[in-house]
């Protein structure tokens, strides 16, 4: 009798239902017992076999099931909905043993290395031959070597690197050595975005905040506060550029031109009104002495400037010292006049007092003589 594939299917089906409850269930009262190995092939071809093996060579005693003859060996389910493939350490609700899954690769003469898959009643777990990955599903928290993972990914061990996929020597790694944190980065910048941007130009060691385009080796785009500095011995000033570059000082002549004197210091130095005044976000409150950049700007416009951030307007306090120089030396120019002036006074009026003391001695002698003629 000669059975068709569609028949010969149905038969392979009602004996893989009696097969399989035994060999997963271990039931010695099945409707089908079978003693040794069985062997299912594919019909009308020797390729495509499925073994179920009772004892194997090497290791007897141990279930397999052998896919021969075949570069794909799916599990497959009805698709009529989500399928379930479960591995259990013993069919029943009350377990003692963890079921592992081990996935082995390429070995010469031993069981080689494997990817293992297993879950302890709590959590999941991941295992290679020289770590595991721990997935903690209460708290979504993710471990590698770590068994007791405390954040939502905890790694133990002194490197953790992240690669770009299309070029492995540009990457960011975070390295420990017990005692520091480093954090390195190979063949390109870092960017850091949190609603803003920080950036670390690594091929010029500048460093960006607020701007993913450093020029300077701390290029800031904002205002940037320094909450607590020391006291301390000082070498030069500081200034701020026309670009927003902070530099010294400087005041070298080769960096300069057309240097001409101040005109009329002593005027504008005299026009200028110093004032006391308080803060209005101070909540201290404290009185303090300076100038007001709108009257200084009508006097002295050069060394008033306008903030291109919010609009307000500030003093070069430092160049009005330049003004106040010149000023003092106008007016001292004024005093030596002055003295001079005085100085000649004293003398005409000497001359005169001595003049005017001859001319009384005149008077007297004249006197005398006009007396003693009566």
């Given at each position: 009798?000669?059975?068709?594939?569609?028949?010969?299917?149905?038969?392979?089906?009602?004996?893989?239902?009696?097969?399989?409850?035994?060999?997963?269930?271990?039931?010695?009262?099945?409707?089908?017992?079978?003693?040794?190995?069985?062997?299912?092939?594919?019909?009308?071809?020797?390729?495509?076999?499925?073994?179920?093996?009772?004892?194997?060579?090497?290791?007897?005693?141990?279930?397999?099931?052998?896919?021969?003859?075949?570069?794909?060996?799916?599990?497959?389910?009805?698709?009529?909905?989500?399928?379930?493939?479960?591995?259990?350490?013993?069919?029943?609700?009350?377990?003692?043993?963890?079921?592992?899954?081990?996935?082995?690769?390429?070995?010469?003469?031993?069981?080689?290395?494997?990817?293992?898959?297993?879950?302890?009643?709590?959590?999941?777990?991941?295992?290679?031959?020289?770590?595991?990955?721990?997935?903690?599903?209460?708290?979504?928290?993710?471990?590698?070597?770590?068994?007791?993972?405390?954040?939502?990914?905890?790694?133990?061990?002194?490197?953790?690197?992240?690669?770009?996929?299309?070029?492995?020597?540009?990457?960011?790694?975070?390295?420990?050595?017990?005692?520091?944190?480093?954090?390195?980065?190979?063949?390109?910048?870092?960017?850091?975005?949190?609603?803003?941007?920080?950036?670390?130009?690594?091929?010029?060691?500048?460093v960006g905040v607020g701007t993913d385009a450093?020029?300077?080796?701390?290029?800031?785009?904002?205002?940037?506060?320094?909450?607590?500095?020391?006291?301390?011995?000082?070498?030069?000033?500081?200034?701020?550029?026309?670009?927003?570059?902070?530099?010294?000082?400087?005041?070298?002549?080769?960096?300069k031109e057309n240097i001409s004197g101040i005109?009329?210091?002593?005027?504008?130095?005299?026009?200028?009104?110093?004032?006391?005044?308080?803060?209005?976000?101070?909540?201290?409150?404290?009185?303090?002495?300076?100038?007001?950049?709108?009257?200084?700007?009508?006097?002295?416009?050069?060394?008033?400037?306008?903030?291109?951030?919010?609009?307000?307007?500030?003093?070069?306090?430092?160049?009005?010292?330049?003004?106040?120089?010149?000023?003092?030396?106008?007016?001292?120019?004024?005093?030596?006049?002055?003295?001079?002036?005085?100085?000649?006074?004293?003398?005409?009026?000497?001359?005169?007092?001595?003049?005017?003391?001859?001319?009384?001695?005149?008077?007297?002698?004249?006197?005398?003589?006009?007396?003693?003629?009566?």
């Open positions: 009798m000669k059975h068709t594939p569609a028949l010969q299917e149905k038969y392979l089906t009602v004996l893989l239902s009696l097969l399989f409850p035994l060999l997963l269930f271990g039931q010695p009262d099945v409707k089908m017992h079978v003693e040794g190995s069985l062997q299912l092939d594919k019909v009308g071809s020797p390729l495509g076999r499925l073994i179920l093996n009772t004892v194997s060579p090497e290791d007897p005693g141990r279930y397999g099931i052998l896919f021969s003859n075949n570069t794909l060996a799916p599990f497959l389910g009805d698709d009529i909905g989500d399928q379930s493939f479960n591995f259990y350490s013993k069919w029943g609700k009350d377990r003692t043993f963890d079921a592992v899954v081990n996935i082995h690769g390429k070995a010469n003469d031993t069981w080689g290395n494997a990817l293992s898959l297993s879950h302890d009643g709590n959590n999941g777990k991941i295992s290679t031959d020289v770590g595991h990955i721990v997935l903690d599903p209460a708290n979504s928290n993710v471990g590698i070597n770590m068994a007791d993972p405390s954040t939502k990914l905890h790694v133990a061990g002194d490197k953790l690197r992240l690669s770009s996929p299309a070029d492995t020597n540009k990457y960011i790694q975070f390295r420990t050595d017990g005692n520091a944190l480093d954090l390195d980065v190979s063949g390109g910048d870092l960017y850091v975005n949190v609603g803003n941007v920080l950036a670390l130009g690594l091929g010029s060691t500048q450093p020029t300077e080796e701390l290029d800031v785009d904002g205002n940037m506060r320094i909450r607590s500095v020391g006291s301390g011995a000082f070498q030069s000033g500081l200034s701020l550029s026309s670009n927003g570059v902070l530099t010294t000082q400087t005041s070298d002549r080769r960096l005109d009329q210091p002593l005027p504008k130095a005299l026009a200028l009104r110093g004032v006391t005044y308080q803060w209005k976000n101070d909540a201290k409150k404290e009185s303090r002495i300076g100038l007001i950049a709108q009257e200084v700007e009508e006097i002295l416009p050069e060394v008033v400037f306008t903030n291109s951030t919010d609009g307000y307007k500030g003093v070069r306090y430092q160049e009005i010292v330049a003004l106040l120089i010149e000023a003092l030396k106008e007016q001292d120019i004024s005093i030596d006049k002055l003295k001079m002036d005085i100085h000649s006074n004293r003398q005409e009026n000497e001359q005169l007092k001595a003049r005017l003391n001859k001319i009384e001695g005149q008077l007297g002698d004249l006197s005398v003589a006009k007396y003693q003629y009566r």
